[in-house]
């Protein structure tokens, strides 16, 4: 198989043994994202922009300070992301004091009348939905996340391209233990994308089979699992069941670091 640049980090987590070789690219490309915020990005303008404005989500945030590297940076990232969040919360609630405080000058008639006709125009829309509007959209932000996705989908264009010209990718594909639920759905997606009727509907079909051979093959893993537990079973070998729970998590939602 010829190897670019580009197809390397491809076949390279497409060689290991897992149970989704797309949740080890994107365990390396996370790790990489991490350790590259809390370094060069940091002197970054058009990155502390960003970051700025997008912060982190949840889980990353806590990979972030869970590295335990570059504390102050990490500081410097959190205080002008908090001095940017801070100023937009406070046009908003500014905004709707003075709002609020207008409706409360209006007339008794007036306020019966609209609750009874239900025409307030959208210029007056209540300032508190408002505000929970502009909380929702930062809670979908994520810098990281949003690096992650799009270089992902990059793979996935790279994956289908090798999987149809190269014969020695394909076959290391097709010999595969599946995919997540989550990846699966994203090569669903990179099919209608970067595929055309045709090969959509050849790959797919050998996907598919892949994909619940292996749905087949942990579920009952798991199960044996389970039945170790009964004495009954004691002096049976655990096979492949010993590490069952950790892997049909990550089958079932994909990449997560469990303990």
């Not at 640049?5 to 365990?27: G, H, N, Q, W």
């Not at 793979?155 to 097709?174: A, Q, R, S």
């Not at 990846?183 to 009727?197: F, R, V, W």
């Not at 994909?211 to 009954?232: A, G």
């Amino acid at each position: 198989m010829k190897e670019k640049i580009y197809t390397i980090p491809v076949t390279d987590a497409f060689r290991e043994d897992c149970e989704c070789p797309m949740c080890v690219l994107e365990k390396k490309l996370e790790d990489e994202y991490i350790e590259y915020f809390l370094g060069p990005s940091l002197m970054e303008p058009d990155h502390r922009i960003e970051t700025n404005d997008k912060g982190f989500c949840a889980k990353h945030f806590e990979l972030l300070y869970n590295r335990q590297e570059n504390r102050l940076g990490l500081g410097l990232i959190i205080y002008t992301y908090l001095c940017e969040q801070n100023e937009k919360l406070k046009r908003l609630f500014d905004n709707s004091i003075k709002s609020s405080g207008k409706k409360a000058g209006t007339s008794l008639f007036r306020n019966i009348s609209e609750k009874v006709t239900s025409k307030q125009s959208s210029s007056e829309s209540d300032p508190v939905d408002r505000i929970i509007s502009e909380l929702e959209s930062q809670e979908q932000k994520c810098s990281v996340c949003d690096k992650l996705n799009y270089t992902m989908d990059r793979y996935i264009d790279v994956i289908l391209y090798l999987w149809f010209k190269e014969e020695d990718f394909k076959n290391i594909f097709n010999s595969k233990k599946g995919f997540c639920l989550k990846h699966l759905k994203s090569l669903l997606i990179g099919t209608k994308k970067y595929l055309n009727s045709r090969e959509r509907a050849v790959f797919t079909e050998n996907l598919f089979k892949i994909q619940m051979d292996n749905m087949d093959r942990i579920q009952k893993e798991v199960n044996w699992f389970t039945k170790k537990f009964d004495y009954r079973y004691n002096n049976e070998p655990w096979g492949n069941s010993r590490d069952a729970l950790p892997r049909s998590i990550q089958k079932i939602v994909g990449l997560c670091r469990l303990k």
